[in-house]
């Protein structure tokens, strides 16, 4: 059971990119899927969630309006299309996975990629 995050990226404020997480080992049928970042010297920080049976999604206040969370059920990846980053976005990202309901506490999570590193600067 792995998870693979990719993606990450240096990008100068107000790009975009598209970070993706691809689950290997197991089908996502069932889980929950989170991207979590964690800037230097902060905690970990919830960013965005989709529940993969019906496709329900759910977006920190931060990130509302910027970013998209969303997924692909023939590849069995889970994407984060970020827009308009800020300097205050510069973190490791980090995707997730729990085999039960969409839960914004990272000790709940069962499944952690490795992180992609995203840097926004001028």
């Known amino acids: 059971v792995q998870l693979q995050a990719s993606g990450g990226g240096l990008v100068q404020p107000g790009g975009s990119l598209r970070l993706s997480c691809a689950a290997s080992g197991f089908p996502l049928e069932y889980y929950a899927v989170s991207w979590f970042r964690q800037a230097p010297w902060k905690g970990r920080e919830f960013v965005a969630a989709i529940n993969w049976n019906n496709g329900r999604t759910y977006h920190a206040d931060s990130v509302k309006g910027r970013f998209t969370i969303s997924r692909d059920l023939a590849k069995n990846t889970v994407d984060l299309q970020v827009n308009n980053l800020t300097p205050e976005d510069t973190a490791v990202y980090f995707c997730?996975?729990?085999?039960?309901?969409?839960?914004?506490?990272?000790?709940?999570?069962?499944?952690w990629g490795q992180g992609t590193l995203v840097t926004v600067s001028s």
């Open positions: 997730a996975a729990r085999r039960a309901g969409v839960v914004t506490a990272s000790f709940l999570y069962d499944y």
